[in-house]
């Protein structure tokens, strides 16, 4: 698995908030959606591309940068010569285990903060593990949590609008704590729902049963739901299986998999094949 550290950061770009805007209702996490506006015509970044963000920080040991990467929410297009990208971005926060001390994440804060105008550093563009398979009759299952629904977003549409005829059966399970924070998905942000009327496409919503006190969300179940058709896709040597997500993700799909296949060890070989075969790819942040 890569590290941050492997990415270079000596190509630098420098880029301008054009719009920022929530999500998310306020009541509930923080999640924004910002367009970029990169100031130099050669920069380039694709659905299957992820970018990283420069911020300047300071700590006891002085100055130094963190570097974070994105993938694009959206399909890049140019205005002015110039590329513009959308991005999602949760505002984070985590607990030292040892304080007991809460911090702010520093590229998601930094970034939430930023408004029109303002300009930021990026970096890349670096390539996505998710591919778009070179054969139109190739299966997907794309599984996305939270800001996991960004490279998904893209993904989708770029199928639809510049690949097209696609033949084969697009599946997208996504995960929010409630329908209200399902990204592009609800009433007032669902332009997923733009590709509901194309045969091959179809989405299933996974929410928590009790969002206020912050529940799992059941993605397991939303995929149990669909177990005869999954079964069928993962029988099929041309289906490709990409998830984006948090750490948590691997517990419940290891258990839904394994419900669905009948055992534990027929997931584990089924999932052996899917990367060695290249058809199983992961996000996980």
Not at 74 to 92: A, Q, S, W, Y
Not at 154 to 176: C, M, P, S, T
Not at 190 to 202: A, L, P, V
């Amino acid at each position: 698995m890569a590290h941050l550290s492997d990415f270079a950061v000596d190509k630098q770009y420098k880029a301008v908030v054009r719009n920022t805007s929530r999500l998310t209702p306020t009541d509930t996490e923080e999640v924004r959606e910002i367009v970029l506006e990169v100031q130099d015509p050669a920069f380039t970044c694709q659905v299957d591309q992820s970018f990283g963000v420069l911020v300047n920080t300071k700590d006891e040991f002085g100055n130094s940068m963190h570097h974070r990467l994105y993938s694009v929410a959206d399909l890049p297009v140019k205005e002015n010569g110039n590329p513009k990208i959308t991005m999602l971005v949760k505002r984070c926060s985590y607990i030292d285990e040892f304080s007991g001390e809460e911090y702010q994440g520093i590229a998601s804060n930094y970034l939430c903060d930023r408004r029109s105008g303002d300009e930021i550093t990026l970096t890349g563009p670096f390539e996505l593990p998710f591919r778009v398979p070179e054969d139109k009759s190739a299966n997907m299952i794309l599984i996305g949590l939270g800001t996991g629904i960004a490279p998904f977003r893209a993904f989708i549409k770029h199928i639809y609008k510049n690949v097209k005829d696609w033949e084969g059966k697009i599946r997208l399970f996504y995960g929010a704590r409630s329908g209200l924070e399902l990204l592009y998905m609800n009433d007032k942000d669902g332009d997923i729902s733009d590709y509901y009327d194309e045969e091959t496409f179809e989405a299933f919503h996974a929410l928590s049963p009790r969002p206020a006190w912050a529940d799992p969300i059941d993605l397991d179940k939303a995929l149990e739901a669909q177990t005869e058709e999954i079964k069928e896709l993962l029988a099929s040597s041309n289906t490709y299986v990409y998830v984006a997500g948090y750490e948590a993700i691997h517990k419940k799909l290891n258990k839904a998999f394994a419900n669905i296949l009948g055992s534990e060890e027929k997931w584990r070989l089924r999932k052996a094949e899917l990367i060695a075969g290249r058809k199983w790819a992961e996000i996980i942040f």
